[in-house]
Protein backbone atom coordinates (compact mmCIF):
# COMPACT_ATOMS: atom_id res chain seq x y z
CA UNK A 1 0.00 0.00 0.00
CA UNK A 2 1.38 3.18 -1.12
CA UNK A 3 2.15 5.74 1.96
CA UNK A 4 -0.54 8.14 2.95
CA UNK A 5 -0.61 11.87 3.72
CA UNK A 6 -0.68 12.44 7.28
CA UNK A 7 -3.62 14.68 9.00
CA UNK A 8 -1.17 16.88 10.22
CA UNK A 9 0.23 17.74 6.96
CA UNK A 10 -3.18 18.20 5.49
CA UNK A 11 -3.45 20.63 8.14
CA UNK A 12 -0.46 22.53 7.27
CA UNK A 13 -1.41 22.77 3.73
CA UNK A 14 -4.88 23.80 4.57
CA UNK A 15 -3.40 26.79 7.12
CA UNK A 16 -1.08 27.77 4.45
CA UNK A 17 -4.30 28.32 1.61
CA UNK A 18 -6.02 30.38 4.50
CA UNK A 19 -3.00 32.33 5.15
CA UNK A 20 -1.30 32.66 2.04
CA UNK A 21 2.11 32.94 4.60
CA UNK A 22 4.32 30.54 5.42
CA UNK A 23 5.23 32.75 9.45
CA UNK A 24 1.54 33.26 10.29
CA UNK A 25 0.66 29.86 8.86
CA UNK A 26 2.79 27.83 11.40
CA UNK A 27 1.84 30.58 14.38
CA UNK A 28 -1.61 29.31 13.42
CA UNK A 29 -0.52 25.66 14.00
CA UNK A 30 1.69 26.58 16.93
CA UNK A 31 4.64 25.23 15.16
CA UNK A 32 7.64 26.41 13.69
CA UNK A 33 8.35 27.57 9.82
CA UNK A 34 10.93 25.54 9.30
CA UNK A 35 8.43 22.11 10.78
CA UNK A 36 5.69 23.19 8.72
CA UNK A 37 7.54 24.52 5.55
CA UNK A 38 9.30 20.51 5.64
CA UNK A 39 6.25 18.63 6.43
CA UNK A 40 4.68 20.39 3.05
CA UNK A 41 7.78 19.70 0.62
CA UNK A 42 7.28 15.72 1.92
CA UNK A 43 3.69 15.92 1.19
CA UNK A 44 4.34 17.13 -2.31
CA UNK A 45 6.81 15.09 -2.33
CA UNK A 46 4.79 11.97 -1.48
CA UNK A 47 1.78 12.99 -4.09
CA UNK A 48 4.23 13.75 -6.67
CA UNK A 49 2.54 17.29 -7.07
CA UNK A 50 3.65 20.68 -6.83
CA UNK A 51 0.73 22.14 -4.29
CA UNK A 52 2.58 25.38 -3.47
CA UNK A 53 3.71 28.18 -5.97
CA UNK A 54 6.40 30.33 -3.37
CA UNK A 55 8.81 33.18 -3.85
CA UNK A 56 10.26 35.79 -1.78
CA UNK A 57 6.95 38.18 -1.97
CA UNK A 58 4.22 35.37 -2.32
CA UNK A 59 2.66 32.42 -1.69
CA UNK A 60 0.09 31.12 -3.99
CA UNK A 61 -1.50 27.36 -4.15
CA UNK A 62 -1.46 25.76 -7.48
CA UNK A 63 -4.49 24.49 -9.29
CA UNK A 64 -3.79 20.55 -8.18
CA UNK A 65 -2.84 22.85 -4.71
CA UNK A 66 -6.40 23.82 -4.53
CA UNK A 67 -7.83 20.75 -5.25
CA UNK A 68 -5.95 18.72 -2.67
CA UNK A 69 -6.76 21.58 0.07
CA UNK A 70 -10.56 21.32 -0.81
CA UNK A 71 -10.32 17.41 -0.60
CA UNK A 72 -8.24 17.75 3.02
CA UNK A 73 -10.82 20.24 4.59
CA UNK A 74 -13.16 17.04 4.00
CA UNK A 75 -10.86 14.46 5.07
CA UNK A 76 -10.03 16.97 8.50
CA UNK A 77 -13.74 17.61 9.28
CA UNK A 78 -14.32 13.71 8.95
CA UNK A 79 -11.61 12.68 10.44
CA UNK A 80 -13.03 15.25 13.86
CA UNK A 81 -15.92 13.66 13.24
CA UNK A 82 -14.39 9.75 13.81
CA UNK A 83 -12.58 11.49 17.06
CA UNK A 84 -16.19 12.99 18.21
CA UNK A 85 -17.93 9.97 17.84
CA UNK A 86 -15.45 7.89 20.28
CA UNK A 87 -15.11 10.54 22.51
CA UNK A 88 -19.47 11.18 22.61
CA UNK A 89 -20.21 7.36 22.84
CA UNK A 90 -19.98 6.60 26.61
CA UNK A 91 -22.26 9.88 27.33
CA UNK A 92 -23.95 11.90 25.04
CA UNK A 93 -24.62 15.71 25.93
CA UNK A 94 -21.55 16.21 27.45
CA UNK A 95 -18.33 17.78 26.62
CA UNK A 96 -18.01 20.87 23.75
CA UNK A 97 -20.51 21.22 21.58
CA UNK A 98 -19.86 24.06 18.63
CA UNK A 99 -23.09 25.50 17.38
CA UNK A 100 -23.81 28.42 14.86
CA UNK A 101 -26.73 30.66 14.77
CA UNK A 102 -27.55 33.14 12.07
CA UNK A 103 -28.13 36.72 13.34
CA UNK A 104 -31.94 36.98 13.05
CA UNK A 105 -32.33 33.78 15.10
CA UNK A 106 -29.54 34.05 17.79
CA UNK A 107 -31.17 36.63 20.28
CA UNK A 108 -34.40 35.59 20.15
CA UNK A 109 -33.71 31.61 20.58
CA UNK A 110 -30.33 31.15 21.78
CA UNK A 111 -31.15 32.81 25.35
CA UNK A 112 -33.79 30.84 26.65
CA UNK A 113 -32.16 27.53 24.74
CA UNK A 114 -28.73 27.90 26.77
CA UNK A 115 -30.98 27.76 29.83
CA UNK A 116 -32.53 25.07 29.23
CA UNK A 117 -29.41 23.14 28.19
CA UNK A 118 -27.59 24.49 31.18
CA UNK A 119 -30.47 22.82 33.44
CA UNK A 120 -31.10 19.96 31.90
CA UNK A 121 -27.42 19.06 30.71
CA UNK A 122 -24.92 20.38 33.12
CA UNK A 123 -21.86 18.51 31.58
CA UNK A 124 -22.66 20.43 28.27
CA UNK A 125 -20.21 22.52 27.48
CA UNK A 126 -21.76 25.23 24.58
CA UNK A 127 -19.95 27.38 21.73
CA UNK A 128 -21.63 29.59 19.84
CA UNK A 129 -21.09 31.56 16.83
CA UNK A 130 -23.14 34.35 15.18
CA UNK A 131 -22.52 34.64 11.45
CA UNK A 132 -24.68 34.79 7.78
CA UNK A 133 -26.19 31.67 6.79
CA UNK A 134 -23.07 30.85 3.94
CA UNK A 135 -20.14 31.34 6.52
CA UNK A 136 -21.69 29.00 9.28
CA UNK A 137 -22.54 26.67 6.65
CA UNK A 138 -19.08 26.48 5.21
CA UNK A 139 -17.47 26.34 8.71
CA UNK A 140 -19.84 23.64 8.94
CA UNK A 141 -18.45 22.06 6.32
CA UNK A 142 -14.83 22.33 7.36
CA UNK A 143 -15.57 20.69 10.67
CA UNK A 144 -14.94 24.17 12.46
CA UNK A 145 -18.73 23.71 13.68
CA UNK A 146 -20.89 20.59 15.14
CA UNK A 147 -24.45 21.74 13.78
CA UNK A 148 -25.72 25.36 12.27
CA UNK A 149 -29.28 26.67 13.30
CA UNK A 150 -30.38 28.58 9.66
CA UNK A 151 -33.56 29.81 7.80
CA UNK A 152 -35.23 27.96 5.23
CA UNK A 153 -35.59 27.77 2.16
CA UNK A 154 -31.67 27.92 1.61
CA UNK A 155 -29.36 25.65 -0.67
CA UNK A 156 -27.68 23.67 2.02
CA UNK A 157 -26.09 20.69 -0.61
CA UNK A 158 -25.30 17.14 1.45
CA UNK A 159 -25.74 18.33 4.70
CA UNK A 160 -27.94 16.76 7.09
CA UNK A 161 -31.24 18.97 7.65
CA UNK A 162 -33.63 18.76 10.51
CA UNK A 163 -36.65 21.24 9.89
CA UNK A 164 -37.63 22.73 13.29
CA UNK A 165 -41.13 25.01 13.19
CA UNK A 166 -42.22 28.01 10.51
CA UNK A 167 -41.70 31.42 11.55
CA UNK A 168 -44.43 33.89 9.77
CA UNK A 169 -43.34 36.77 8.81
CA UNK A 170 -45.45 39.93 10.29
CA UNK A 171 -45.72 43.47 9.13
CA UNK A 172 -44.70 45.92 11.35
CA UNK A 173 -45.28 50.11 10.31
CA UNK A 174 -46.27 53.18 11.73
CA UNK A 175 -49.74 52.88 13.82
CA UNK A 176 -50.81 56.05 11.66
CA UNK A 177 -49.75 54.67 8.26
CA UNK A 178 -52.86 54.53 6.23
CA UNK A 179 -51.93 51.06 4.70
CA UNK A 180 -51.93 49.18 7.91
CA UNK A 181 -55.51 49.87 8.95
CA UNK A 182 -56.80 46.68 7.83
CA UNK A 183 -56.46 43.56 10.67
CA UNK A 184 -54.45 41.34 8.24
CA UNK A 185 -52.93 42.40 4.95
CA UNK A 186 -52.07 41.57 1.71
CA UNK A 187 -48.38 42.03 0.15
CA UNK A 188 -49.67 44.63 -2.74
CA UNK A 189 -47.00 46.27 -5.12
CA UNK A 190 -47.52 50.03 -3.31
CA UNK A 191 -46.92 48.23 0.20
CA UNK A 192 -43.81 45.73 -1.08
CA UNK A 193 -42.12 48.48 -2.55
CA UNK A 194 -41.98 50.02 0.74
CA UNK A 195 -40.59 47.40 2.75
CA UNK A 196 -37.35 48.04 4.10
CA UNK A 197 -34.71 45.19 3.70
CA UNK A 198 -32.05 43.66 5.90
CA UNK A 199 -27.74 44.22 4.08
CA UNK A 200 -26.95 41.76 1.26
CA UNK A 201 -25.95 37.92 2.99
CA UNK A 202 -28.63 37.96 5.20
CA UNK A 203 -30.99 35.08 4.08
CA UNK A 204 -34.19 36.93 5.55
CA UNK A 205 -33.45 39.49 2.99
CA UNK A 206 -33.81 36.60 0.47
CA UNK A 207 -36.81 34.92 1.85
CA UNK A 208 -38.74 38.89 1.85
CA UNK A 209 -37.41 39.14 -2.00
CA UNK A 210 -38.76 36.10 -2.56
CA UNK A 211 -42.42 36.84 -1.26
CA UNK A 212 -42.84 40.19 -2.88
CA UNK A 213 -41.08 38.99 -6.01
CA UNK A 214 -44.19 39.59 -8.12
CA UNK A 215 -45.08 43.00 -6.46
CA UNK A 216 -41.80 44.67 -6.06
CA UNK A 217 -40.15 46.84 -8.17
CA UNK A 218 -36.18 47.36 -8.66
CA UNK A 219 -35.53 49.62 -6.32
CA UNK A 220 -31.22 50.13 -6.29
CA UNK A 221 -31.04 53.38 -3.94
CA UNK A 222 -33.38 51.84 -1.09
CA UNK A 223 -31.58 52.28 2.43
CA UNK A 224 -30.23 48.63 3.92
CA UNK A 225 -30.11 47.81 7.80
CA UNK A 226 -27.68 45.87 8.67
CA UNK A 227 -29.59 43.96 11.84
CA UNK A 228 -32.91 43.89 12.36
CA UNK A 229 -33.34 45.79 15.33
CA UNK A 230 -31.83 48.80 13.37
CA UNK A 231 -34.36 47.66 10.88
CA UNK A 232 -37.78 48.42 13.31
CA UNK A 233 -35.68 51.49 14.27
CA UNK A 234 -36.02 52.85 10.60
CA UNK A 235 -39.67 52.06 10.68
CA UNK A 236 -40.58 53.77 13.71
CA UNK A 237 -38.34 57.01 12.04
CA UNK A 238 -41.08 56.69 9.17
CA UNK A 239 -38.65 55.17 6.24
CA UNK A 240 -40.94 52.03 5.54
CA UNK A 241 -42.66 49.27 6.65
CA UNK A 242 -40.97 45.54 7.40
CA UNK A 243 -41.74 42.20 7.42
CA UNK A 244 -40.63 40.90 10.97
CA UNK A 245 -40.20 37.02 12.09
CA UNK A 246 -43.06 36.41 14.60
CA UNK A 247 -39.97 35.30 17.11
CA UNK A 248 -39.15 39.16 16.99
CA UNK A 249 -42.41 40.08 17.42
CA UNK A 250 -42.93 37.61 20.61
CA UNK A 251 -39.30 39.12 21.93
CA UNK A 252 -40.61 42.70 22.20
CA UNK A 253 -38.64 43.69 19.77
CA UNK A 254 -41.21 45.80 17.63
CA UNK A 255 -42.97 47.20 21.05
CA UNK A 256 -43.15 50.34 20.75
CA UNK A 257 -46.69 52.83 21.18
CA UNK A 258 -45.79 54.52 17.62
CA UNK A 259 -45.89 50.59 16.04
CA UNK A 260 -48.07 48.21 15.01
CA UNK A 261 -48.01 44.57 13.84
CA UNK A 262 -49.96 42.93 11.36
CA UNK A 263 -50.57 39.27 9.42
CA UNK A 264 -50.21 38.45 6.26
CA UNK A 265 -53.26 36.88 4.49
CA UNK A 266 -52.68 33.72 2.94
CA UNK A 267 -50.16 32.51 1.54
CA UNK A 268 -48.46 34.20 4.06
CA UNK A 269 -44.82 34.11 3.88
CA UNK A 270 -42.78 32.38 6.38
CA UNK A 271 -39.04 31.13 7.05
CA UNK A 272 -38.41 27.58 8.30
CA UNK A 273 -36.39 27.39 11.28
CA UNK A 274 -33.66 24.45 10.97
CA UNK A 275 -31.12 22.70 12.70
CA UNK A 276 -27.86 21.01 9.58
CA UNK A 277 -24.99 18.90 10.55
CA UNK A 278 -22.75 17.42 8.34
CA UNK A 279 -23.92 13.69 6.50
CA UNK A 280 -21.21 12.01 8.50
CA UNK A 281 -21.70 13.64 12.10
CA UNK A 282 -21.64 11.07 15.00
CA UNK A 283 -23.44 13.48 17.13
CA UNK A 284 -27.07 11.87 15.56
CA UNK A 285 -28.15 11.94 19.22
CA UNK A 286 -26.96 15.17 20.27
CA UNK A 287 -28.44 16.70 16.66
CA UNK A 288 -32.12 15.05 17.75
CA UNK A 289 -32.05 16.17 21.66
CA UNK A 290 -30.99 19.34 20.30
CA UNK A 291 -33.85 19.98 17.84
CA UNK A 292 -36.32 18.50 20.40
CA UNK A 293 -35.05 21.50 23.13
CA UNK A 294 -35.07 24.34 20.45
CA UNK A 295 -38.68 23.01 19.32
CA UNK A 296 -39.83 23.25 22.59
CA UNK A 297 -37.83 26.77 22.85
CA UNK A 298 -39.56 27.80 19.66
CA UNK A 299 -43.61 27.01 20.62
Known amino acids: ?7 RQLQYLVALSEQLNFTRAA ?7 STL ?3 LKELE ?4 ASLVERDRQTVLMTPTGSAVVARSRTILAEAQDLADFAAAA ?3 MAGLLRLGVIPTIAPFLVPPTM ?9 LRLALREDL ?3 LL ?3 NDGDLDFALIALPYETGQLLVRPLFDDALRVVGLRSDPELRARQLQITAALSDRLLLLEEGHCLRDHILSACSTTRNETPESVEATSLLTLVQMVESGFGVGLIPEMAVRSGLVDSPELVVRPVRDPAPKRTIALVARSSTPRLIELQTLADLIQEVGR
Not at 2 to 7: I, Q, T
Not at 27 to 33: K, R
Open 138 to 140: ARL
Open 90 to 92: GEP
Open 45 to 48: ALLG
Open 1 to 7: MAALPSL
Open 27 to 33: ESCFVTQ
Open 115 to 123: QALRERYPR
Open 133 to 135: TAN
Open 37 to 39: SAA
